[in-house]
């Protein structure tokens, strides 16, 4: 990825594609991203903690893919979130308190990953 001309990038959707691996953590460099999709793809790994510097970020989408671990606490730096979606996935552990407020109900965007606690990241 080249730092340089992507420094400005307010949108990148790459939704519905066969994406495959770990999401780049240099995503948490684009500072002027508003939106975020990487839905419905073949993502593994963990959500970056670097995320956490998109003060920008309005929507993020990263259902539908294989992703594991813990949500990040960082993502409650992300104070303009609005959206937030990581449905589907194999998430596990507690949903941070800084997401609570997100939208006006946040649970559903926490359905259908692989825990099934009362409050945790895989409620439904």
Same mark, same amino acid.
């Given at each position: 990825m080249d730092r340089l001309r992507m420094k400005g990038l307010e949108f990148l959707i790459l939704? @519905? @594609?066969? #994406? &495959? =691996? @770990?999401?780049?953590s240099e995503y948490g460099d684009l500072l002027k991203l508003q939106a975020l999709d990487l839905s419905s793809n073949r993502l593994t790994g963990l959500i970056?903690? &670097? #995320? =956490?510097?998109?003060r920008s970020l309005l929507w993020l989408m990263l259902a539908n893919n294989s992703l594991s671990g813990e949500i990040p606490l960082e993502l409650g730096n992300c104070s303009n979130l609005l959206w937030l979606n990581l449905a589907n996935n194999q998430l596990s552990g507690s949903i941070p308190s800084q997401l609570a407020s997100i939208g006006t109900n946040p649970m559903p965007t926490f359905l259908l990953n692989r825990e099934k606690a009362e409050v945790s990241a895989g409620s439904g």
């Open positions: 939704a @519905n @594609n066969q #994406f &495959s =691996g @770990n999401i780049p970056s903690p &670097s #995320f =956490g510097k998109l």
